[in-house]
């Protein structure tokens, strides 16, 4: 079985770096890592050299990365997507220079459109993150949204040994990639057109989201959902738009799962208290922008 590591970073499109820039360092708390070669910016909120980075484009998802367990797993990887003749590719070596990861394979998913790369590692940096406006422990996860959501299900579970932690049933699939112990680090949701569904970055501390209410209630950020608790993965949630109205979202707590002897998934009712345990109702504007650059 192919085995991972974590999820190791999002790229990012939007209209405006700059302002984007100042909302993602200000607002959400991330701290500068750099320019791109492009024009982009590198955030961070571990050692990894970036785990956000910033692209001028249509606002939504340029890619998304995740650190094997080993240098051999990519390899791994590599041949059992070629030889299912889906779409992979080595990334050159002066790209990954470019990004700060290592030895690295880019994958087209044919269910969302979404540009995946997978990397052995990435260049760690000597100065500890230093936490500003919120906690931030981790970037979490990252969610899309297909129209080929069966289809999306299957390939992440049965090809990528993506292992679903819990099901809104037809409607939403939590993930972890094997065997990294969080209860999701990706899923995917069922709509009607492929697309970016939100960013999650995890907190340390639940005074992180009681603070952002009002520190975003002062900046007239748009809160779109919550404060809440989201059942499937026990999570306290909080949901706010960045400047070109992607879906972010702090996130409190989660359930650890271990690598062998796990519960099964659970698969929940679709119904809204599915979603959250309080009765928090979700803004229209929730994952309405986020549109995928295809690969």
């Keep these: 079985m192919i085995r991972y590591g974590r999820l190791g970073h999002v790229a990012l499109n939007v209209s405006d770096v700059a302002r984007s820039t100042e909302f993602y360092r200000e607002h959400l708390g991330l701290a500068d890592a750099g320019d791109g070669p492009d024009g982009s ?19 939504g998802l340029k890619r998304i990365g995740f650190e094997m367990e080993t240098d051999g797993e990519v390899d791994r990887l590599y ?46 940096v000597a100065e500890p993150f230093v936490p500003t406006v919120a906690k931030i422990q981790r970037l979490g996860h990252v969610i899309l949204k297909t129209a080929q959501y069966d289809n999306s299900v299957k390939l992440f579970t049965e090809t990528l040994n993506f292992q679903a932690s819990d099901i809104v049933d037809g409607l939403i699939t939590f993930m972890r990639c094997f065997p990294n112990p969080f209860h999701h680090s990706f899923g995917v949701a069922r709509a009607p057109n492929a697309g970016l569904h939100h960013v999650n970055f995890m907190v340390s501390e639940v005074d992180d989201i009681g603070r952002a209410i009002w520190r975003f209630q002062k900046a007239n950020i748009p ?14 949630f909080f949901y706010f738009l960045d400047p070109d109205g992607l879906t972010l979202e702090y996130s409190f707590g989660m359930e650890e799962f271990p690598e062998t002897g796990a519960r099964r998934p659970r698969v929940l009712e679709p119904v809204p208290e599915s979603i959250d345990y309080w009765g928090s109702i979700p803004d229209k504007r929730k994952n309405a922008v986020g549109k995928i650059e295809v690969a």
């Design 223 to 236: 809160v779109v959902f919550g404060p809440g608790r989201h059942p499937p993965s026990g999570s306290m």
């Design 79 to 124: 041949h059992l997507l070629k030889g299912q003749s889906l779409p992979v590719q080595m990334v050159p070596k002066e790209q990954c220079a470019a990004s700060h990861i290592g030895h690295a394979i880019r994958f087209a998913d044919p269910t969302t459109g979404a540009s995946f790369e997978f990397y052995d590692r990435m260049r760690e």
């Design 41 to 59: 910016r590198f955030f961070r909120c571990s050692t990894s050299h970036h785990d956000v980075s910033l692209h001028k484009g249509e606002p």
